[in-house]
């Protein structure tokens, strides 16, 4: 995800969709590349959103989502197309504050969306381009709607899809088994790796230099026993992969 992201970013596009089922880690994976940033190929101010569900949705909701979401206040009377400029020099600041080049959002619960958010989300891309750039991570929810890409209620329109609409990263979870593309790089399936961490890496109590296994399993961990042997015993029959 991170290469994916890291590429899209590189050529230009405006976003990245990070595309899975329910409850596979989305969400915890952009946190990820949140949090980190060997992987970023400029500086960057990065942010999260979550987006609620309206009963009357419209860019004035759309702006005051964001800007509550940071702690501040909006006025009911406020015009929609201030309280969106609020939210872009919210942006702005924060991101030259940080010496950032380019300001990512990531927005939770993207499927939510309907093509009017994206004409919002449009308006916030018009004005930072201004001064910088600005750049989105959609986390969808592929079974979330009829659609696929969100609950959106149309078609975008050209200028949307081309913004928004170019580039993805399909987020599995982990997986029991290695992808053939990945055979001569990957000696080992994801879940494995994620069980050696409690074998070798993964320390309880903090500090203590003892692993988890070894911690909670003392007994088999000093007869040679493992986590990570045990693979095909916890593998359910039919799951192609599995978040923790």
């Keep these: 995800m991170a290469g994916d992201a890291k590429n899209s970013i590189e050529i230009g596009s405006d976003a990245i969709w990070i595309d899975g089922f329910g409850r596979i880690g989305k969400t915890y994976g952009v946190r990820q590349l949140i949090q980190t940033d060997a992987w970023r190929p400029f500086p960057m101010y990065m ?20 800007l509550l979401q940071q702690g501040q206040t909006v006025s009911a009377s406020a015009a929609s197309n201030g309280t969106l400029m609020r939210a872009v020099r919210m942006f702005q600041e924060e991101g030259h504050r940080q010496g950032a080049e380019v300001i990512g959002v990531a927005f939770n619960e993207a499927n939510r969306f309907t093509a009017d958010e994206y004409e919002h989300v449009m308006s916030i891309v018009n004005e930072c381009e201004k001064t910088g750039r600005i750049f989105f991570f959609f986390i969808n929810q592929t079974d979330s709607g009829r659609f696929g890409r969100s609950a959106i209620d149309k078609r ?4 949307i899809y081309g913004r928004f609409f170019t580039t993805s990263h399909q987020y599995t979870g982990l997986l029991w088994s290695i992808p053939n593309a990945d055979r001569d790089v990957q000696l080992a399936s994801d879940v494995a790796l994620a069980f050696r961490e409690y074998d070798e890496e993964l320390i309880w109590p903090e500090g203590s230099g003892i692993t988890y296994t070894q911690y909670f399993a003392p007994k088999a961990y000093a007869a040679g026993w493992r986590l990570g042997t045990q693979i095909d015993r916890k593998r359910p029959p039919t799951s192609p992969s599995l978040s923790f």
């Design 47 to 66: 942010i999260e959103f979550t987006y609620t569900k309206p009963a009357k949705p419209g860019e004035g909701y759309f702006a005051s989502s964001l």
């Design 156 to 159: 975008p329109p050209r200028h």
